[in-house]
Protein backbone atom coordinates (compact mmCIF):
# COMPACT_ATOMS: atom_id res chain seq x y z
CA UNK A 1 0.00 0.00 0.00
CA UNK A 2 1.07 3.36 -0.80
CA UNK A 3 1.73 5.35 2.45
CA UNK A 4 -0.77 8.31 1.10
CA UNK A 5 -3.46 5.51 0.92
CA UNK A 6 -2.58 4.35 4.26
CA UNK A 7 -2.52 8.09 5.60
CA UNK A 8 -6.03 8.70 3.91
CA UNK A 9 -7.95 5.38 3.91
CA UNK A 10 -6.78 4.68 7.85
CA UNK A 11 -10.14 5.14 10.03
CA UNK A 12 -11.02 5.08 13.88
CA UNK A 13 -12.58 1.72 13.75
CA UNK A 14 -15.43 1.03 16.52
CA UNK A 15 -16.86 -2.41 15.01
CA UNK A 16 -14.65 -5.67 15.40
CA UNK A 17 -14.98 -9.12 15.20
CA UNK A 18 -13.93 -11.59 17.60
CA UNK A 19 -11.14 -12.98 15.84
CA UNK A 20 -7.76 -12.87 18.40
CA UNK A 21 -5.04 -10.92 16.19
CA UNK A 22 -1.95 -13.11 16.91
CA UNK A 23 1.52 -11.88 18.44
CA UNK A 24 3.76 -11.97 14.95
CA UNK A 25 0.81 -9.35 13.90
CA UNK A 26 1.26 -7.51 17.03
CA UNK A 27 4.92 -7.53 16.88
CA UNK A 28 4.92 -6.37 13.38
CA UNK A 29 3.00 -3.53 14.53
CA UNK A 30 5.44 -2.61 17.25
CA UNK A 31 8.00 -2.60 15.11
CA UNK A 32 6.30 -0.12 12.81
CA UNK A 33 5.99 1.77 15.71
CA UNK A 34 9.10 1.94 16.55
CA UNK A 35 10.15 3.63 13.84
CA UNK A 36 9.19 6.68 14.59
CA UNK A 37 11.32 9.36 15.30
CA UNK A 38 11.82 10.49 19.19
CA UNK A 39 13.48 13.63 20.70
CA UNK A 40 17.38 13.09 21.30
CA UNK A 41 16.51 9.63 20.27
CA UNK A 42 15.85 8.58 23.67
CA UNK A 43 12.96 6.05 21.69
CA UNK A 44 11.19 6.12 25.60
CA UNK A 45 8.53 3.96 24.78
CA UNK A 46 6.93 0.86 26.55
CA UNK A 47 4.26 -1.10 24.98
CA UNK A 48 1.64 -2.99 27.03
CA UNK A 49 -0.06 -5.78 25.11
CA UNK A 50 -3.14 -6.78 26.63
CA UNK A 51 -5.65 -9.45 25.46
CA UNK A 52 -7.30 -10.65 27.76
CA UNK A 53 -10.96 -9.41 27.92
CA UNK A 54 -12.06 -9.72 31.67
CA UNK A 55 -8.78 -7.07 32.39
CA UNK A 56 -10.33 -5.05 29.49
CA UNK A 57 -13.92 -5.17 30.64
CA UNK A 58 -12.48 -3.71 34.04
CA UNK A 59 -10.65 -1.04 32.90
CA UNK A 60 -13.13 -0.19 30.49
CA UNK A 61 -15.13 -0.22 33.62
CA UNK A 62 -13.11 1.64 36.05
CA UNK A 63 -12.65 4.28 33.22
CA UNK A 64 -15.81 5.11 32.28
CA UNK A 65 -16.75 5.92 35.78
CA UNK A 66 -13.20 8.70 36.16
CA UNK A 67 -13.86 9.81 32.72
CA UNK A 68 -17.75 10.66 33.92
CA UNK A 69 -16.32 11.92 37.77
CA UNK A 70 -16.94 15.82 38.36
CA UNK A 71 -13.98 17.74 37.11
CA UNK A 72 -12.68 16.29 34.05
CA UNK A 73 -14.60 19.03 31.47
CA UNK A 74 -13.51 17.09 28.15
CA UNK A 75 -16.03 14.36 29.11
CA UNK A 76 -18.76 16.32 29.59
CA UNK A 77 -20.20 16.02 25.82
CA UNK A 78 -20.03 12.16 25.95
CA UNK A 79 -22.05 12.24 29.63
CA UNK A 80 -24.48 10.26 28.26
CA UNK A 81 -22.59 8.14 26.29
CA UNK A 82 -20.60 6.77 29.42
CA UNK A 83 -23.45 6.65 31.93
CA UNK A 84 -24.84 3.63 29.17
CA UNK A 85 -24.05 0.08 30.62
CA UNK A 86 -23.61 -1.13 27.12
CA UNK A 87 -20.90 1.39 26.26
CA UNK A 88 -17.53 -0.49 26.45
CA UNK A 89 -14.71 2.02 25.85
CA UNK A 90 -13.13 -0.57 23.67
CA UNK A 91 -15.64 -1.78 21.53
CA UNK A 92 -14.72 -5.26 22.53
CA UNK A 93 -11.21 -5.26 19.98
CA UNK A 94 -9.58 -8.23 21.02
CA UNK A 95 -6.41 -5.95 21.75
CA UNK A 96 -5.06 -3.27 23.71
CA UNK A 97 -1.70 -1.86 22.57
CA UNK A 98 -0.91 0.88 25.59
CA UNK A 99 2.00 3.14 24.99
CA UNK A 100 3.69 4.84 27.70
CA UNK A 101 6.66 6.99 28.20
CA UNK A 102 9.13 5.28 30.33
CA UNK A 103 9.80 8.00 32.67
CA UNK A 104 7.86 10.67 31.32
CA UNK A 105 10.34 13.65 30.34
CA UNK A 106 9.25 16.88 28.08
CA UNK A 107 8.94 14.94 25.07
CA UNK A 108 7.18 11.73 26.21
CA UNK A 109 3.60 12.73 24.72
CA UNK A 110 5.15 13.82 21.40
CA UNK A 111 7.65 10.95 21.16
CA UNK A 112 4.55 8.18 21.89
CA UNK A 113 2.05 9.88 19.35
CA UNK A 114 4.32 9.62 16.88
CA UNK A 115 4.97 5.71 17.46
CA UNK A 116 1.36 5.69 17.44
CA UNK A 117 0.19 7.23 14.07
CA UNK A 118 2.98 4.70 12.72
CA UNK A 119 1.04 1.67 14.86
CA UNK A 120 -2.69 2.60 13.54
CA UNK A 121 -1.46 3.53 9.97
CA UNK A 122 0.54 0.25 9.51
CA UNK A 123 -2.30 -2.03 11.19
CA UNK A 124 -4.38 0.24 8.43
CA UNK A 125 -2.05 -1.39 5.71
CA UNK A 126 -2.19 -4.64 7.19
CA UNK A 127 -6.00 -4.71 6.51
CA UNK A 128 -6.64 -4.26 10.82
CA UNK A 129 -8.51 -1.21 12.15
CA UNK A 130 -7.38 0.36 15.44
CA UNK A 131 -8.65 3.60 17.35
CA UNK A 132 -6.87 5.71 19.81
CA UNK A 133 -9.19 5.34 23.19
CA UNK A 134 -8.69 8.68 24.60
CA UNK A 135 -11.33 7.78 27.39
CA UNK A 136 -8.69 5.22 28.99
CA UNK A 137 -5.88 8.02 29.92
CA UNK A 138 -7.37 8.83 32.51
CA UNK A 139 -7.77 5.72 34.53
CA UNK A 140 -4.36 4.28 33.21
CA UNK A 141 -2.48 7.22 34.70
CA UNK A 142 -3.73 6.57 37.99
CA UNK A 143 -1.97 4.54 40.71
CA UNK A 144 -4.48 1.72 40.33
CA UNK A 145 -4.31 1.83 36.66
CA UNK A 146 -0.77 1.17 35.80
CA UNK A 147 -0.54 -1.27 38.54
CA UNK A 148 -3.17 -2.96 37.32
CA UNK A 149 -1.19 -3.60 34.22
CA UNK A 150 1.74 -3.51 35.92
CA UNK A 151 3.14 -0.48 34.57
CA UNK A 152 6.54 0.97 36.43
CA UNK A 153 5.69 4.19 39.13
CA UNK A 154 7.48 6.74 36.58
CA UNK A 155 5.91 5.32 33.33
CA UNK A 156 3.28 7.62 32.06
CA UNK A 157 0.39 6.45 29.85
CA UNK A 158 -0.12 7.93 27.07
CA UNK A 159 -1.55 6.27 23.57
CA UNK A 160 -4.19 3.41 24.48
CA UNK A 161 -4.94 1.91 21.20
CA UNK A 162 -7.53 -0.50 20.13
CA UNK A 163 -6.76 -3.26 17.34
CA UNK A 164 -8.66 -5.74 15.97
CA UNK A 165 -10.23 -7.30 12.73
CA UNK A 166 -12.51 -4.87 11.19
CA UNK A 167 -16.47 -6.05 11.04
CA UNK A 168 -16.76 -3.58 8.32
CA UNK A 169 -15.57 -0.95 6.11
CA UNK A 170 -15.52 2.45 7.62
CA UNK A 171 -16.83 5.46 5.72
CA UNK A 172 -14.88 8.45 4.94
CA UNK A 173 -14.96 10.97 7.73
CA UNK A 174 -14.95 14.56 6.93
CA UNK A 175 -12.07 16.60 7.29
CA UNK A 176 -12.38 21.00 7.49
CA UNK A 177 -9.93 22.66 4.84
CA UNK A 178 -6.78 22.73 6.42
CA UNK A 179 -6.10 27.31 7.50
CA UNK A 180 -2.64 27.67 5.87
CA UNK A 181 -1.42 31.25 6.05
CA UNK A 182 1.99 31.87 3.68
CA UNK A 183 4.21 34.22 5.42
CA UNK A 184 6.69 35.65 3.04
C1 LIG B 1 -6.10 11.68 21.41
C2 LIG B 1 -7.30 10.95 20.81
C3 LIG B 1 -8.26 10.42 21.65
C4 LIG B 1 -9.33 9.71 21.11
N1 LIG B 1 -10.23 9.11 21.96
C5 LIG B 1 -11.23 8.37 21.46
C6 LIG B 1 -12.10 7.64 22.32
O1 LIG B 1 -11.97 7.64 23.54
N2 LIG B 1 -13.10 6.93 21.74
C7 LIG B 1 -13.28 6.86 20.40
O2 LIG B 1 -14.21 6.18 19.95
N3 LIG B 1 -12.46 7.53 19.55
C8 LIG B 1 -11.44 8.25 20.04
N4 LIG B 1 -10.56 8.89 19.19
C9 LIG B 1 -10.73 8.77 17.73
C10 LIG B 1 -11.28 10.07 17.13
O3 LIG B 1 -12.61 10.25 17.52
C11 LIG B 1 -11.13 9.98 15.60
O4 LIG B 1 -9.77 9.89 15.27
C12 LIG B 1 -11.78 11.20 14.91
O5 LIG B 1 -13.17 11.18 15.09
C13 LIG B 1 -11.47 11.24 13.41
O6 LIG B 1 -11.86 10.03 12.79
P1 LIG B 1 -10.80 9.18 11.95
O7 LIG B 1 -9.70 8.74 12.89
O8 LIG B 1 -11.57 8.01 11.40
O9 LIG B 1 -10.27 10.04 10.86
C14 LIG B 1 -9.48 9.59 19.70
C15 LIG B 1 -8.49 10.13 18.86
C16 LIG B 1 -7.41 10.79 19.39
C17 LIG B 1 -6.33 11.31 18.48
Known amino acids: MKIEDAIIGRRAVREYLS ?12 DAAIQAPSA ?3 QPWVFTVVRDQPLLDRISEKSKALAAAPGHARSEPHLATLDDPDFHIFY ?5 ILISSDEGGPWAVQDCSLAAENLMLAAHAMSLGSCWIGFAQRYLDTEEGKALLGLPKGAVPVA ?11 PPV ?11
Open 160 to 170: PIIVGHPKRAT
Open 19 to 30: EAVDEPTIRRLI
Open 174 to 184: PRKPPEIRWVG
Open 92 to 96: HAPAL
Open 40 to 42: VNQ
